[in-house]
Structures are given as structure tokens and as C-alpha cells.
């Protein structure tokens, strides 16, 4: 199956600094790109979306300038969480559709992030 | 943003039981995913059904996509302990779109 990578797997930050999250796909291009966040015992909610080309859309109360996305190629994304705050720990999670084939959805293997 | 209704949210059953549990929605969808969630680490695709009616599986596992295509359920046969985990329905409205996610069942199995 698809094979998708997240690093770093977990990260411990002080307050105020910034993160940088990289999800990569390691035998697909990606034409669209999900970020989600999940919060302890919650489900997963999407945080933004980015096509191929396009800004990346960012869904309803989530901050564009304080969680940047850059979908740098067709395999590779980065969310960056910046001035993050200990309301910001959560679970990452890419989500990467394959240029081609079915209608399928890979996700990453997640990224925890606590911040102090 | 919007939710599927998954229930139950919790189950504790004894190895070898059967399971179900099902995601209901207001709306329409053309794609139904069933996830696994294991603590720490991102879900993983169990089942994929693509039109109505579609009843689909894997192994122990099968799904069927509702008529009404609002609905879906995923029956777990057999169940072994290796099956805990949260279990997430997912659905798509169009091809290449965000993924709606029920609220997940947690699933307990006791040897």
C-alpha cells in the first residue's frame, strides 16, 4: 500500500517558538493535501487543505498565519505551528489523495506535539 | 465543521463476539472509509466502498455504503484482541474532497 511519512514523530517545544511538520509520500505524488488535528479522546478535525499550486485552504477558526502549510512539491508538505502555545498540543495528521488510482486517502503516522 | 453520527462511542466485548457499529449523516456522500486508529499513530484504512449498496470485505471485516447513501456499517467477526483500537467512519461528498470523520467507537475485547 501507500506508503506515507511524518517528521518528527513527536516534539517537545517551549512556549513562543515555532514548529516545522513534514509529511512526506514515498510512492505517490499527491495531488491534494489535508492537515488534521486531533485532540486527546476527539475525533480528527480538518485543519486546511492544499492543491497542487494552490494556497492552501484553511477551514473555519483555524489561523493561517499561526499554522503556515507550504505543499512544496508533489511529495512533500510542511505545517509549521508558529508562536505555539500549550493550547496548541495536539495530535498532526497528514492526509495525502494519489495523483492517480482509486479514491483513496493515505494518512500519515502522526505527529504529537506538546508544547510547554 | 460537520460530523457523522458513529455509534456506539464504546464497546468491551469478549473475544470471539461479533461487532457492529454504524455511521449515520444528513447528508449524501459518495465515498464511505472505514479507519483503525491504534494510540499514537494515524488511521489506517480498513475498508473502501464507492457506491450505494456495496457491501465489501476484508477478512474479518465487512462494510456495507447505505442505499441512501447517508449511512454505513462495519461488522467485525471473530473479534481477537488485537482488534482494539478506535474505529473511525469517514465519508466524501465528490472525488478528491475533505474527509467528514464520525466521532469514532472504541473497542475493547477481553480475552
Known amino acids: 500500500g501507500a506508503v506515507v511519512s511524518q517528521h518528527p514523530s513527536w516534539v517537545i517545544c517551549k512556549s513562543g517558538t515555532s514548529v516545522k511538520i513534514e509529511c512526506r509520500s514515498l510512492?505517490?505524488?499527491?495531488?491534494?493535501m489535508f492537515w488534521y488535528r486531533q485532540f486527546p479522546k476527539q475525533s480528527l478535525m480538518l485543519m486546511a487543505t492544499?492543491?497542487?499550486?494552490?494556497?492552501?485552504?484553511?477551514e473555519q477558526g483555524v489561523e493561517k498565519d499561526k499554522f503556515l502549510i507550504n505543499h512544496a512539491s508533489l511529495t512533500l508538505s510542511t505545517l509549521t505551528v508558529t508562536s505555539a502555545h500549550p493550547e496548541d498540543s495536539s495530535f498532526y495528521i497528514c492526509?495525502?489523495?494519489?495523483?492517480?488510482?482509486?479514491?483513496?486517502?493515505?494518512f500519515g503516522p502522526g505527529t504529537r506535539l506538546t508544547v510547554l | 465543521g460537520q460530523q457523522l453520527n458513529q455509534s456506539p462511542q464504546s464497546m468491551f466485548i469478549q473475544e470471539g463476539e461479533d461487532v457492529s457499529m454504524n455511521c449515520t449523516s444528513s447528508?449524501?456522500?459518495?465515498?464511505w472509509l472505514w479507519y483503525k486508529q491504534d494510540p499514537g499513530e494515524g488511521p489506517v484504512l480498513l475498508i473502501a466502498?464507492?457506491?450505494?449498496?456495496e457491501l465489501t470485505s476484508n477478512g474479518r471485516l465487512t462494510a456495507q455504503f447505505g442505499i441512501t447513501r447517508k449511512d454505513s456499517f462495519l461488522n467485525i467477526s471473530a473479534s481477537i484482541p488485537s482488534d482494539v483500537g478506535i474505529y473511525f467512519c469517514?465519508?466524501?461528498?465528490?472525488?478528491?474532497?475533505?474527509?467528514?470523520f464520525g466521532e469514532g467507537t472504541q473497542l475493547t475485547v477481553n480475552p
Open positions: 447528508s449524501i456522500f459518495n465515498t
Open positions: 469517514a465519508g466524501k461528498e465528490t472525488s478528491g474532497s475533505r474527509l467528514t
Open positions: 492526509n495525502l489523495l494519489p495523483r492517480t488510482g482509486l479514491d483513496t486517502q493515505y
Open positions: 492544499s492543491n497542487e499550486g494552490s494556497k492552501a485552504t484553511y
Open positions: 466502498l464507492y457506491k450505494a449498496g
Open positions: 510512492d505517490f505524488q499527491a495531488t491534494t
